[in-house]
């Protein structure tokens, strides 16, 4: 099985080919470029690399969110694009159990944070049992304090929450908080397709109007609107 894995929910947008179980391209925009500028570069780069056309896909999937509500409308736009051209169909894939699939294998708990504005992170936590990650909760936008809250065991952080709140981190959870201490090569996309291959054949949908982003949050627009017409 051959898919593409496609993330742009999160600043360090990626694609990825995956070919049962081997990454044979992967790419990750340049830092503090847009998304929707390159990730068209990034889709032509792996198939150019690999040698691989899209007809020769089984399938795509792409990370749904949480995060940047920009991020996630380009991806699901780019994907109707290319749905469109290639009737292949798709998983839908949690960015945060795709961020936390790169802290695997652990016996840890994994938390994965992502920068959610506004002070507070995206989060959800997981056990990695064998192979497999196991939820313990569900995706939420949380304060860090409360997230802090939660945490009563050693868990491993990951996530670009950690950009802006590691500090605070440390200080409030001290042995509680692990780093990775050694980079997984796999880019978020990666991670994404190596979900998606698991499940592709129970989760793969065929219809665009299947294509939902998880928000977990409303936006700003949608907070203003509501104010308005209370």
């Known amino acids: 099985m051959m898919l593409m894995g496609i993330d742009t929910s999160i600043p360090q947008a990626s694609v990825a080919l995956l070919s049962d179980g081997k990454v044979l391209a992967q790419a990750e925009v340049v830092k503090n470029a847009t998304a929707s500028n390159q990730i068209l570069f990034l889709i032509d780069k792996v ?105 009563k065991e050693p868990t491993i952080f990951l996530g670009t929450g950690l950009d802006s709140y590691s500090s605070f981190l440390i200080s409030q959870l001290g042995r509680n908080f692990i780093q990775i201490k050694s980079k997984c090569p796999d880019t978020v996309a990666a991670c994404a397709a190596r979900l998606a291959e698991n499940s592709f054949e129970n989760k793969k949908k065929t219809h665009l109007h299947e294509l939902t982003i998880k928000y977990v949050r409303k936006s700003e627009a949608e907070l203003k609107f509501e104010e308005k017409n209370l």
Do not use: H
């Open 47 to 151: 198939l150019t690399s690999s040698g691989v056309n899209l007809q020769n896909l089984d399938g795509f999937c792409l990370t749904t969110g949480p995060g940047s509500f920009t991020g996630l409308r380009v991806g699901a736009s780019i994907l109707k694009g290319l749905l469109l051209a290639t009737s292949k169909p798709f998983v839908k894939i949690d960015t945060l159990e795709a961020l936390a699939l790169k802290a695997m294998p652990t016996a840890n708990k994994i938390c994965a944070i992502l920068d959610a504005r506004k002070k507070e992170v995206y989060t959800a936590s997981f056990y990695g049992n064998g192979a497999v990650l196991e939820r313990l909760t569900p995706d939420r936008a949380l304060t860090p304090s409360q997230l802090c809250q939660e945490i």
